[in-house]
């Protein structure tokens, strides 16, 4: 019974411990999955969030404030002395007969303080007080806000410029792979035909309808076709872990994609991608650019609000826990602060002359941004047209390739042409294959950088 027990365990261990996980993805899944997962846009969330935050931070200076305090103080027994009788013995020679009743009554007074008074002797003072204050006005501080305002909706561009980024490189690595898929399977098929001749050929050598030769030829041919499989099998291990990477998923998870590579044309939305016309402003740089120009020409009111003064009210309460022998602070206390910018020495003034000429750099940078991108739209128009008509033109080409090699095949077959010509048909048609692939991957990429360019991704 222990045996089997462990026997068990090890079974539970082997099928549960060890589960390797398996999806399977269309391409709007491989990009909604990228977009939850990949940490890039994480990061990008992660920031328009910490902007919300500083605008309520930037909202909040403005609101009523609180501070508490306490403070102790000790004198070391520090006496005040308020007698203001002279420490010498003369009289002082003072002219009564020129005083009125008023000075009569003060000079009385004044005598009996300096003959009767003891010092006061400062033993220490504890108190506990709270301060209101409320903004009233600050030009900086309405400016602020829409500074912030502003950073927060850069933020939220440059998030949804990373995701337009994301979707682009799952989108063309997702094409990539299904192609590696589709040319293995077109050279596995190709290495198939060719044992399928290759059997056929040393039959034919035993009764001495061919040379030897003939079948070294296609040998040759099938070396080189398995070398090549080697090499797309690696590449396609690469661009599987690219994709892993960019969906934020596990390298050992096993993916499955479920679309076709001949789902991906339409002829139509290209023909309409070549005759679009385009608005810079759709642009996802562009609209980044208008909002940094937007934050550069509030950073210059910013500056210039440095000339405005600020206003303040507050209130205070003073508790006292432990006062000396004499106290004047009042327990209460209520008032305005105002604050007026008088001279720095010319700081305020290059600071404001050092943002109107970031603001001007941001203007030039926003101008020269919509002239590439008009550029930039018109060579990406170019490129998939001409895309577009290489695809027709290789599509063409391996239906003719395709033709020659079933041919050739029969006519080797019959022993019309010799196995070198067999395999040269055979070449020719793998790389009319190939440059098909290659001219339907790059269609897709180029109608994918100019869905980018408009937004359209």
Not at 35 to 54: F, M, P
Not at 332 to 352: A, E, M, N, T
Request: with cysteine.
């Amino acid at each position: 019974m222990k045996k089997q027990l462990i026997l068990m365990g090890l079974t539970l261990i082997s099928t549960f411990g060890f589960t390797q996980e398996n999806i399977s993805l269309n391409l709007k899944e491989a990009q909604q999955k990228a977009l939850s997962n990949n940490i890039t846009i994480k990061n990008a969330q992660l920031a328009v969030q910490a902007a919300q935050h500083n605008i309520k931070a930037s909202v909040a200076q403005g609101l009523p404030q609180a501070e508490g305090t306490i403070d102790y103080s000790y004198y070391f027994d520090y006496e005040i002395d308020f007698s203001f009788s002279s420490s010498s013995e003369s009289t002082p020679n003072i002219d009564y007969t020129a005083l009125d009743a008023g000075d009569m009554e003060i000079m009385k007074l004044l005598e009996d303080m300096g003959g009767s008074s003891e010092p006061i002797i400062m033993e220490g003072s504890a108190s506990g007080g709270i301060q209101v204050s409320q903004l009233l006005f600050s030009g900086q501080y309405w400016v602020g806000i829409q500074t912030a305002k502003l950073a927060k909706l850069l933020s939220e561009k440059q998030l949804e410029q990373k995701r337009i980024e994301i979707i682009e490189s799952v989108t063309n690595v997702y094409y990539g792979i299904l192609i590696l898929e589709e040319s293995i399977d077109v050279l596995e098929s190709s290495i198939d035909n060719l044992h399928k001749t290759q059997r056929k050929t040393a039959a034919m050598v035993r009764a001495g309808l061919a040379e030897e030769t003939d079948t070294l030829q296609i040998q040759l041919s099938l070396n080189a076709l398995s070398n090549n499989i080697s090499e797309l099998h690696r590449s396609l291990d690469f661009n599987y872990t690219m994709l892993k990477f960019l969906l934020g998923i596990s390298y050992d998870t096993d993916v499955k994609l479920t679309d076709k590579i001949d789902s991906f044309i339409n002829e139509q939305e290209i023909l309409n991608a070549i005759e679009k016309n385009f608005s810079v402003s759709n642009n996802i740089d562009y609209q980044l650019i208008e909002t940094q120009v937007a934050l550069s020409e509030k950073m210059v009111s910013l500056e210039k609000m440095s000339y405005a003064p600020t206003l303040a009210g507050f209130y205070t309460y003073n508790y006292k826990f432990q006062t000396t022998g004499i106290d004047m602070t009042p327990n209460h206390i209520v008032g305005l602060s105002l604050q007026v910018p008088l001279f720095s020495s010319g700081q305020r003034y290059h600071s404001v002359q050092k943002a109107k000429i970031e603001a001007a750099q941001t203007r030039n940078a926003q101008q020269l941004m919509n002239d590439n991108l008009v550029m930039q739209m018109q060579q990406a128009q170019y490129n998939l047209k001409n895309a577009y008509e290489n695809y027709l033109l290789q599509k063409e080409n391996i239906e003719l390739a395709e033709t020659i090699y079933i041919k050739t095949q029969r006519k080797y077959e019959y022993g019309v042409v010799s196995s070198f010509e067999l395999t040269q048909a055979n070449n020719s048609y793998l790389e009319a294959q190939s440059n098909y692939l290659q001219a339907y991957i790059k269609l897709c990429q180029e109608k994918n950088a100019l869905d980018k360019l408009t937004n359209s991704l």
